[in-house]
């Protein structure tokens, strides 16, 4: 919108009654906005009925030229969205999450008749979370693919900024996953017999080697449900290469090696997927056999991530740097090592409680019970 003034001159009379005033014959200038440009200049006239006419011929010609704004749809841009990530070669894991989160905003946007990725401000995505039934961590993690999908919209200037990023992540308990003891790894190969009883030898056999992947290489289950053959030369796997292009191998032991030989493949690729199925209905077929081998190994609490933990933690006790542990566990950053394996596990307690007793042993001073050297005492003695 525009506005008419008159600029007083230092010599107008009128000029302490300020802009407002109009009767007098000092310059007309105009100040507003137009074409999203901001103007501020002189018209070159005095007369005003000839200025405001002017300034309606401007604002005239403007709406006439000036392109209606195109207001994107919700489901338009979420397709996008997914279109992007597919070409981005994202995880079949993390693409189904996000198409999850999308038919969740979908609706939720129905019952509250929403069309526009405008109507997405703060208040109507805080609605949105309280809607959601999920632990605190699962929450925080969709709270994070929102603020994602949000960023891809600002970045196309679909919205004027990303109102989810004023959502306060939830407060996650920092509870870490306890790795399986040495003896709840015993038990849990021990049952492998038994379970073969049931299932079959070659399904027992194909359980032992993937348990055994899990265990030493620390790979996530979805990635050792879709692992390559090809990615296992004599005894290293393949883990990951990093942003430098430097590939990260991890020894496996020969015991794992021969096992993954044994035990039959799913595929001429794929060692425990046929490649025909999802990822996520593979992973899901071999959750499904985890949690009846543990049932049987009476690890009640037992699931696939903890063999992880333990492949991490062991390292850790063994005296392997975190450093190194968090590049073995494909880890972002090493304050993710941090987080998760820093607090203390009973493990590790129990090895600094050896350790503290092995040095008290040769401790001098223990060994007196205080009392110091029989030397020491001849001289106290004779100080006294």
């Known amino acids: 919108m525009l506005t008419i003034y008159r600029r007083h001159r230092r010599s107008c009379k009128q000029r302490a009654k300020g802009r407002k005033y109009r009767h007098c014959q000092c310059p007309i200038w105009v100040d507003g906005t137009l074409g999203g440009k901001e103007i501020r200049e002189s018209l070159k006239l005095r007369d005003w009925q000839r200025a405001q006419e002017m300034v309606r011929e401007w604002e005239s010609e403007d709406r006439r030229t000036r392109r209606p704004e ?12 997914i279109a992007d990530a597919e070409a981005r070669k994202l995880n079949h894991s993390t693409l189904y999450k996000y198409r999850l989160l999308f038919r969740q905003l979908d ?7 929403l069309h526009f990725l405008k109507q997405l401000d703060l208040d109507m995505l805080a609605t949105f979370r309280t809607t959601w039934t999920e632990g605190p961590r699962t929450s925080l ?14 970045k196309r200037k679909w919205i004027d900024d990303n109102p989810a990023t004023e959502l306060k992540a939830p407060k996650v308990p920092n509870k870490p996953t306890m790795p399986f003891t040495r003896k ?14 049931s299932a ?4 027992a056999q194909r359980l032992r080697a993937f348990v055994l992947l899990l265990r030493y290489s620390g790979l996530r289950i979805g990635d050792a449900t879709q692992l390559d053959v090809n990615r ?19 020894v496996l032991p020969d015991m794992v090696v021969k096992a993954l030989d044994a035990a039959p493949h799913s595929s001429a690729r794929y060692f425990f997927w046929t490649g025909k199925s999802t990822v996520r209905s593979a992973k899901g077929k071999w959750q499904r056999r985890l949690q009846r081998l543990f049932e049987l190994a009476r690890v009640p609490t037992g699931h696939a991530h903890r063999l992880r933990d333990t492949f991490a933690v062991e390292l850790l006790l063994a005296g392997v740097p975190l450093d190194r542990v968090s590049i073995l566990l494909g880890h972002s950053s ?26 008290w042993r040769n401790d001098p001073v223990v060994l ?16 006294n």
């Open 70 to 81: 195109q207001q994107v749809m919700i489901k338009n841009a979420h397709e996008k969205f």
């Open 107 to 113: 609706g939720f946007a129905e019952t509250y008749k």
């Open 141 to 154: 993690k969709k709270l994070e693919r929102l603020r994602a999908f949000m960023r891809f919209a600002e």
């Open 184 to 197: 709840e790894m015993i038990r849990i190969l021990a049952a492998l017999e038994p379970y073969g009883k």
């Open 200 to 203: 079959g030898i070659r399904n």
């Open 232 to 250: 296992i030369q004599k005894n290293k796997l393949l883990l990951h290469t990093e942003k430098t292009g430097v590939p990260v191998y991890c």
């Open 334 to 359: 090493i304050r993710i090592t941090e987080r998760h394996y820093a607090p203390w596990t009973r493990s590790r307690q129990e090895q600094i409680e050896a350790d503290l007793r092995a040095a």
């Open 368 to 383: 007196t019970d205080g009392k110091g050297t029989p030397e020491m005492q001849g001289k106290t003695g004779q100080i």
